[in-house]
């Protein structure tokens, strides 16, 4: 997971609010309820423990609550061996974190294609895992691209990136 500081930042994040820690940065911490990707804290047999908001819109069950679920309910039929083996890979502490390819499964049995990354909590066995989904649907339903406005002077490089960085997101 090298050349993505980003995501490195994303799964600081995640794994400082899963030990109930400071995360680096006071605004970084709500981070996981405001991402635009769907993020999981899971306890070691993967039940989710927590779901931000972005997993409850893309996963919505019929009761609204995905705590206390198998991860494995939310990956179609054909998917979850590779979650299990994306997971297994973690089975050692010092294990990095991985991503895979796979389909994810809406309340109405449509399925869809996600980017799994998984990595561990802490260097604890007991301490559960992190997963991110990235919906890999373009443009993803549930965003709307918008335009960058400049109210100051930027220069072509800093438009071109906030814009990429505005489809990304």
């Known amino acids: 997971m090298t050349g993505r500081p980003g995501l490195v ?3 600081a994040v995640t794994a400082a609010v899963a030990e109930n820690r400071p995360a680096p940065e006071s605004e970084a911490r709500a981070y996981f309820d405001v991402s635009p ?10 039940r989710i423990r927590a779901a ?3 997993a409850a819109r893309l996963f919505a069950s019929k009761d609204g609550s995905l705590v206390g679920r198998a991860f494995g309910d939310l990956l179609a ?3 979850r061996s590779s979650g299990t083996q994306l997971f297994a890979l ?3 502490p010092d294990a990095p974190g991985h ?5 994810g499964v809406t309340a109405q049995g449509l399925s869809f294609p996600v980017e799994l ?32 406005v400049a109210t100051e002077a930027y220069t072509l490089a800093e438009l071109l990136m906030a814009n990429r960085l505005r489809e990304l997101v």
Do not use: H, Y
Request: aromatic letters at 6%; hydrophobic letters at 45%; glycine letters at 6%.
């Open 9 to 11: 930042a994303v799964l």
């Open 37 to 46: 990707s769907a993020q999981f804290l899971l306890d070691p047999d993967l």
């Open 52 to 54: 931000n908001q972005a």
């Open 77 to 79: 039929n054909s998917s």
């Open 90 to 92: 973690l089975a050692t």
């Open 99 to 103: 991503r895979v390819a796979v389909e």
């Open 117 to 148: 990354v998984g990595f561990r909590l802490s260097a604890s066995v007991s301490g559960g895992f992190g997963a991110v989904l990235r919906d890999l649907r373009d443009p993803a339903p549930t965003r709307t691209p918008s335009p960058i």
